[in-house]
């Protein structure tokens, strides 16, 4: 079956400009959770959504950055004014559950940002 | 400090040999552990939970010390393929289950 689909893989932006990055989860999943992950270090967390709702956005470096979930399936992470720091792999994920149970996460492929 | 923390490596490992390494975490409230196997230029892939008892899937060997708060992966019998950085995570339910990830540990077969 499809798996987690983030577009566009690669994006280069000029310093200032604004970016939107999309994360189409896997149909049904009701959690979707969005990290950062620098170049040699781990994913961190950014935010999450159950349904709609976003539950958790203590990850946020700043408030440049704005996700959106409106209709509880495609999610949309905007950066603006971005910064040459915000360059980093952008990685989706989605799970079945709730935030009251783990479930597996499954990783979309995730969006490299370049900023120059 | 980072919560969760592991040896960036590498460690190269002859084909066939075992390679053990750990991973410690500062939040004593962590729940839930988990080993993901990143490749180069791809996305984290579970590669097994890690459970009290400890637990073994295959040449995969996990183990979890709550007392001394680290986990870790032993690979037996290496292969080419287990060529990859193994990421150490950890989820507490009170924080939403988001992941927390560590920094990495690569590991490198060579014939």
């Known amino acids: ?116 | 400090r980072k919560e969760v923390e592991q040896d960036p490596g590498p460690f190269n490992v002859p084909e066939g040999a075992t390679v053990a390494f750990n991973c410690t975490y500062s939040n004593s409230a962590s729940q839930s552990f988990f080993w993901y196997r990143q490749d180069c230029r791809k996305e984290p892939k579970l590669l097994m939970s890690v459970y009290s008892s400890g637990n073994e899937d295959g040449r995969f060997t996990a183990q979890l010390n709550r007392a001394s708060q680290y986990i870790s992966l032993l690979i037996r019998d290496s292969k080419l393929s287990d060529s990859a950085t193994y990421l150490c995570v950890v989820t507490r339910q009170a924080a939403g289950n988001k992941l927390t990830f560590g920094g990495g540990t690569r590991v490198l077969v060579k014939p």
Not at chain 1, 34 to 52: R, S
Not at chain 1, 66 to 77: D, I, K, M, N, Q
Request: aromatic content about 12%; glycine content about 10%; some cysteine.
């Open chain 1, 1 to 116: 079956g499809a798996g987690v689909s983030q577009s566009p893989r690669y994006k280069v932006a000029k310093r200032g400009q604004d970016v939107a990055l999309r994360c189409d989860p896997i149909s049904g999943h009701v959690s979707l959770f969005w990290y950062q992950q620098a170049l040699g270090q781990g994913p961190e967390f950014l935010t999450y959504f159950q349904n709609e709702a976003q539950l958790d956005k203590s990850g946020l470096p700043s408030d440049r950055f704005f996700a959106e979930r409106p209709e509880g399936s495609v999610s949309t992470l905007k950066i603006q004014r971005t910064q040459q720091e915000d360059s980093a792999v952008y990685l989706c994920a989605s799970s079945s559950g709730d935030r009251t149970s783990y479930n597996e996460q499954f990783f979309g492929p995730g969006t490299r940002l370049t900023v120059l």
